[in-house]
């Protein structure tokens, strides 16, 4: 009698959080206290399986069918993106390639508190050598950051955001709060703006593009990250965007309503496609736990925009540098 009515509690309880949670990831579109959950959205597709799991084994009846469509509401949000990445790296620009200018670059977060930051040092800079976008440049990672700059012939750099590159920079600067603010009427989110920096660079061919490190900050718990999002769009709309190469530390995660209004502020083709980088090993060998037996990263909150001049030929995550965050790598190459 008691182990039926520990087994009822139990099934209950799952049923319920199950349905529980997918409700409030189908409000993600009203608040970003619910648009947050969906930022950990692969975390939810492991557990929601296995709790059904634990389900059908329950002699109610109606348990397993609840927590069957509770289950398959949670995963719902997340299958474009999978559906996305099994498609492939199919050139995204309409015309087909006709030279042979591919640049490969990385992005990488180097972790203000990284325990081990000169490792990224000799790691990065054989993984990108053409550019190599950094973010929380800074901190613990101030001297490594610096000593990668000396490894690269030019460099721009904003607040905590950096660009490194073999190619010629012909301008640069940070990324500004619009100019066309009334101050007498302006609220803070008129002039937030994340760490970002921008350089307009010579290719092989003679032609420019323009690349933009960011790093945008956490959604929650305020509308941080959307007023730093919105100022983002309306600074890089004032550039060309043709062959625009945006990277970063974007603390936005598919199939986030976070992600989906950055790409359209940014206007720009989002080439990381269900590719996680968050969290890495750093994060647990600084919090003293060791090095995980397997790549501990479920989220993927870096990413790579491109302008339609340019086609995907590889992306991917790079090894472990000590940050908590994987380096995300990819070669591009320029369409006609």
Sequence with gaps: MRRSHTETILVSGLVTGLAGLALVLALAPLGRTFDALRQIWPVWAIAAPLATLVVLRSRHRWAPIIAALATLAILAPG??????SWRGLAPVAGAEPTGPI????????????SASPEAAVEILPPLAP?????QEASASAR??????????SYSARCRSTRLLTRFEILDS???????NIDWQTAIPCDWEVPPAVW???????GTETTLVSVHLTWPFPGPTQSCQRANLGRALALLPQERMIVMGD????????ALKRLERDLGLERRSIAIATFPAEGRFQAAGWGTPPLPPMLVGIDHIFAGE????????????TGSDHRPLIATLRLAD
């Design 79 to 84: 299958i474009g993106e999978t559906v996305r």
């Design 143 to 152: 001297y490594a950051s610096e000593a990668l700059v000396r490894r690269y």
């Design 250 to 257: 974007f603390n936005a995660a598919a199939p986030s309503y």
């Design 173 to 179: 600067g940070c990324i500004a709060p619009p100019e």
């Design 102 to 113: 591919e640049i490969s670059i990385a992005t990488h977060n180097m972790w203000g508190r």
């Design 199 to 205: 350089a307009r660079v010579r290719l092989p061919d």
């Design 130 to 134: 053409d550019v190599l976008a950094l």
């Design 309 to 320: 001049d340019w086609a995907t030929v590889s992306i991917g995550t790079g090894p472990n």
